[in-house]
Nanobody
Framework: VQLQASGGGLVQAGGSLRLSCAASGRTFSNYAIAWFRQAPGKEREFVAGISWNDTIYYADSVKGRFAISRDNAQKMLYLQMDSLKPEDTAVYYC??????????????WGQGTLVTVSS
């Protein structure tokens, strides 16, 4: 599976962005998928995920502000981000074929897209 993330950019605090991740491969619909992010000088952290049985879960820091979704027919993964805060600034990565909230558990990664939230 190859993943290509897009949609990052510069936005003011309180604004919104929608990240997209295009996947290749015939078995995309079978994979658990997730978004992670990594801020400068920090470890990569879990943001949101959809498990193999379509359970959706979020990091506490984004719950109520972000929404993850997938379109298996189009082989797309999305992250709608609302009420953005400066602390959301990071490179965002999509990931597939894994489980849980640990980055080491995922086998496939996109190249990352930078989100910058100004105060």
């Amino acid at each position: 599976v190859q993943l290509q993330a897009s949609g990052g950019g510069l936005v003011q605090a309180g604004g919104s962005l929608r990240l997209s991740c295009a996947a290749s491969g015939r078995t995309f619909s079978n994979y658990a998928i997730a978004w992670f992010r990594q801020a400068p000088g920090k470890e990569r952290e879990f943001v949101a995920g959809i498990s193999w049985n379509d359970t959706i879960y979020y990091a506490d820091s984004v719950k109520g502000r972000f929404a993850i979704s997938r379109d298996n027919a189009q082989k797309m993964l999305y992250l709608q981000m609302d009420s953005l805060k400066p602390e959301d600034t990071a490179v965002y990565y999509c990931a597939a074929a894994g489980w849980g909230s640990q980055a080491r558990n995922y086998n496939y990664w996109g190249q990352g897209t930078l989100v910058t939230v100004s105060s």
